[in-house]
């Protein structure tokens, strides 16, 4: 059962100096997993230009989606077809087709063996410089939000620039079309899942839909201002900080009456840890609400390829 009640996630602006943000995020990333920033620095004029170039994408006919399908490469590029990506333990697969731009890098860069070139739909001439625009905006906004988490922790400032430098962050075009009634029994939009990465930043949640399981043990539906983003911790970070941050199990509920009958579009940006970073707890998270027995250590390249097999990406 979804609970609707104030559950007291963070909501605040990224215009403010961390240092007065910066616990009040951490306290919300402790509790719930989940934060909502707003002046975030991503321009509503180049949301609106990206959202109007997804739309035009996924309106182009199946044949034409279907040819950037990148087969073998666990969906990092291109086209992921309706039907393909399941939840870890779902036994349906979820009712959306998606679209993945990651990081371009220079011929010969140390890490290019983990992150193939970008592929760009012929069909539309604008869709890759707003996406190569949006992909560096999301970036900026992420660094901001991790540079508060470091304060939090009582960490450097600084200290995640390095860990998240050429990282492996994929930015996600989703459509989630009407419901028909061929659906499977069972099947929503996106099933209760956690998210892989460091910290997720999420454009386009406003339409209600989204929702978080609570320690409790119970359903709350996020609640976002338009324009704002929805911040969640992932695993990486959960693991990093060995539990004090906690990547929060979510999902994306099937709407009812006229919501139904027509599409949802939304645009999350997975940040990741640079592939060779090793995801070793940190010395300062210990007791409290930490795990007992920290994690082994694991690189985040590693780290990312078990956890894709287990959604059916690779």
Known sequence: MTQTA?????????????????DELGRSFAEFGFAVVRDHGISQELIDRAEANSKKFFALPPEVKQSYKLDGGGGARGYTPFGTEKAKDASVFDLKEFWHVGRDLPKGHALSEF???????????????????????????????????????????DFFAATVEDGNSVMRLLHYPPLGPDAPEGAIRAAAHGDINT?????????????LLTKAGEWHAVDVPEGALVINVGDMLERLTNGRLVS????????????????????????????DYVIEPLANCTGGDCWETPPEAISSHDFLMQRLREINLA
């Open 199 to 211: 910290i997720t930043l999420l454009l386009g949640a406003e339409e209600a839909g989204l929702e």
């Open 115 to 157: 992150m193939a070139p970008n592929v760009w739909p012929d069909e539309i001439d604008t869709f890759e410089p707003v996406f190569r625009e949006l992909y560096a905006a999301f970036e900026n906004a992420g660094l901001r939000v991790l540079e508060a988490i470091a304060l939090h922790l009582d960490l450097p400032r």
């Open 6 to 22: 104030d559950i007291n996630i963070a909501s605040v602006s990224l215009a403010q100096p961390l240092e007065e943000i910066a």
């Open 248 to 275: 929060t199990t979510h999902r994306v509920v099937n709407p009812k009456g006229p919501a139904a009958q027509r599409s949802r579009y939304s645009m999350p940006f997975f940040l990741h840890f640079r592939p």
